[in-house]
């Protein structure tokens, strides 16, 4: 079965800091990874999605994610954060099972920031 | 488009009791997974459906139970509620059952039980 690992509960940082959310995956033939985002009383919104191909991976305001199969890592980042990005993110793996298809997610990541 | 939508929002039981949280797919979204999220943990996955069928389950007993219907809007059952059971239950739909396909998350229902 797989597992995904976030390596940090918290992380604080101030407006237009860079940062950097890390995730490692436990190893598998393929994978299929996803970092989705949580803000505060609301449910998950995907933020990007790696399936196959380039291994830098674009998603949503501005966020980006490197997948890295030598040290099963998809580690999320964004140069420059605002207050608004304030939310807790999850790192997920697709793991099929009998057929269906199944997330598999690590504990989650609350990123802080502050003016 | 409409999005996934669920209801109620928040809902309290005492335990013992029982419940129904419902779901409704984004349009065109043929299955749909149930995810339960435990104050500070990560989503665990419950069960899927897809067409109305169970289609995987997750480490989850049999007092967990769900329906698709025809329109694939979908209901999560809850017998014999637990302390434990208090959390945040997420639906997800999903295009097609393909590896890899984004499933598509509701606002989800936050029940306590008491």
């Known amino acids: 079965a797989q597992s995904v690992t976030q390596l940090d509960s918290q992380v604080p940082v101030f407006e237009e800091a860079p940062v950097e959310l890390r995730c490692n995956y436990s190893?598998?033939?393929?994978?299929?990874l996803f970092w989705y985002v949580q803000y505060p009383n609301q449910g998950l919104q995907l933020l990007l999605k790696?399936?196959?191909?380039?291994?830098l991976v674009k998603g949503i305001n501005g966020f980006e994610a490197e997948f890295n199969k030598s040290q099963t890592s998809f580690h999320l980042r964004k140069p420059s954060v605002h207050i608004s990005d304030t939310a807790e993110y999850f790192c997920a793996v697709s793991e099929g099972q009998g057929g269906s298809e199944k997330l598999v997610f690590g504990k989650g990541t609350k990123l802080t920031v502050n003016p | 488009e409409t999005g996934v939508t669920q209801s109620p929002t928040h809902l309290i039981k005492t335990r013992g009791q029982q419940v129904t949280l419902r779901c409704s797919s984004q349009s065109g979204h043929n299955t749909v997974s149930w995810y339960q999220q435990a104050l500070g943990q990560g989503p665990q996955f419950i069960f899927q459906?897809?067409?109305?069928?169970?289609?995987g389950r997750g480490n989850f007993p049999p007092r967990f139970s769900g329906l698709q219907f025809p329109n694939y809007s979908s209901e999560l059952n809850v017998n014999a509620l637990e302390l434990d059971d208090s959390a945040l239950y997420l639906c997800?739909?999903?295009?097609?059952?393909?590896?890899?396909?984004?499933?598509?998350f509701g606002p989800g229902t936050r029940l306590l039980v008491l």
């Open positions: 190893s598998s033939v393929s994978v299929y």
């Open positions: 790696y399936l196959s191909g380039s291994t």
């Open positions: 459906y897809y067409r109305e069928e169970e289609n």
């Open positions: 997800a739909s999903s295009f097609s059952l393909a590896p890899g396909e984004t499933q598509y």
